[in-house]
């Protein structure tokens, strides 16, 4: 295998897996396909709720501080949560300052990794992003032109993993490359990156210092091994775009409020697009001012429940597939992850067989539909950048406990099916 893949091979994998296998969305199907907050935001969130409810400026009091009828001034962020992204960055080390236009928000990461995407595209820059990785920027490269290249993936004891030899090799051997992409904690692999990793990765890209790291840390308060979480910013600021969400760790996926955090010279590019979007595809003031309440009011109470429960049903998923190995013979294999939503299913031993509709199973999207077709949703793992003939399929463990384990009696019964053929 190649240091980086096939990037119009990987589009197709992208496209088919996402798109192709699931529009229409069956919605009759056990849903271990998407990686849902099971539970609801602080209870604080909803107090904030009221409170802003409360404070809309009406015909009858115009002096209330949150208007709704006039178009609102062009920002980057609405102050209240640029301050309380600050705050909430400082205790992680990041020093990142109030009032310098250092943090800009979006509808989630995801628009903020397209600004960047295309910021870097302009000017002539490729992204780099180590694999198995969320690939939703390869298909925002392709609509807004930006430059997104994909390592090819590395499997090590525990499992896929960044593997800092292939970053250093690719930056070497690539010198259009303008800026790393991490997701720390990992998705779907789960990896969360080690102050030994990190600090490997920072002394590579020392060597280059032309490239910018970019690190999505949506998953940093589902670290569900114990480990502590570092955030590389604090490493290396100057050189480092920071992403941050509510969606998954607060349990509001809906509100689609992101922020993107740096030195302010390293924003510039990504500021200007987050300014021209801003009146038509920014998160509304009031999502803003609740996702302000969000990062300063959840206590940490809050993310220990989020860590035990998330932690429990990865319990029931891991004991589950045991059972499905013990009548199987072992047919799947996989690594208990440090983190997130996530498990990796890597089933080699189903490729070649036949389902009792005459399926024959050669890639990992002949599993998927297979199993869709007996009513499971979940993710081709070649569509992270995995080999299509792995067999690996992602699913998520934050479900609700009656789904997880109706979708995993599917599983074994369709590999008891091709096994007995």
Not at 33 to 50: D, I, K, M, Q, Y
Not at 261 to 267: M, P, T
Not at 344 to 353: A, I, N, S, T
């Amino acid at each position: 295998m190649g240091l980086l893949l096939d990037t119009e091979e990987l589009r197709r994998r992208v496209v088919d897996g996402w798109i192709g296998l699931y529009n229409p969305y069956p919605a009759e199907a056990v849903d271990l396909f998407h990686g849902n907050p099971l539970l609801p935001p602080p209870a604080c969130v909803a107090e904030a709720l009221r409170d802003l409810a409360d404070s809309v400026a009406t015909d009858a009091d115009p002096a209330h501080a949150v208007l709704l009828h006039p178009y609102r001034a062009p920002e980057i962020i609405a102050p209240e949560l640029e301050e309380a992204a600050v705050d909430d960055l400082a205790r992680d080390g990041v020093p990142v300052r109030p009032g310098r236009r250092e943090v800009v928000c979006g509808v989630g990461v995801t628009q903020l990794m397209a600004a960047l995407l295309q910021a870097f595209g302009d000017s002539g820059g490729a992204v780099l992003f180590p694999t198995p990785t969320y690939t939703f920027p390869l298909l925002a490269a392709a609509q807004i032109g930006g430059r997104a290249i994909f390592l090819t993936p590395s499997i090590g004891e525990l499992g896929y993993e960044v593997d800092v030899d292939r970053i250093a090799a690719a930056l070497e051997a690539h010198r259009d490359i303008a800026a790393l992409f991490l997701v720390n904690p990992g998705n779907p692999t789960g990896e969360v990156l080690s102050p030994r990793k990190l600090a490997q990765i920072a002394e590579v890209v020392a060597r280059h210092p032309h490239v910018v790291v970019i690190v999505d840390e949506i998953y940093r308060h589902m670290i569900l091994n114990g480990d502590a979480f570092q955030s590389f910013a604090a490493m290396m600021f100057d050189r480092t775009i920071t992403l941050r969400g509510l969606s998954k760790c607060y349990g509001l996926a809906r509100l689609r409020v992101g922020y993107a955090a740096a030195a302010r010279d390293l924003l510039e590019s990504i500021a200007i697009r987050t300014f021209i979007w801003f009146n038509t595809a920014a998160p509304s003031e009031v999502d803003q001012l609740l996702g302000a309440a969000a990062l300063r009011c959840t206590p940490p109470s809050y993310f220990a429940w989020v860590v035990r429960t998330y932690r429990d049903l990865l319990e029931v998923v891991t004991a589950r597939l045991a059972q499905i190995n013990e009548r199987t013979d072992g047919m799947v294999e996989y690594v208990r992850p440090a983190a997130g939503s996530f498990v990796l299913l890597r089933m080699p031993k189903v490729r070649g067989r036949m389902t009792r509709d005459g399926q024959v199973l050669l890639r990992d999207g002949d599993l998927s539909r297979s199993l869709l077709r007996r009513g499971l949703a979940v993710v081709p793992g070649s569509v992270f950048g995995i080999p299509e003939y792995d067999m690996v399929v992602r699913i998520t463990f934050t479900s609700p406990l009656n789904d997880l384990l109706a979708g995993l009696d599917i599983l074994e019964s369709l590999l008891v099916e091709t096994r007995t053929r």
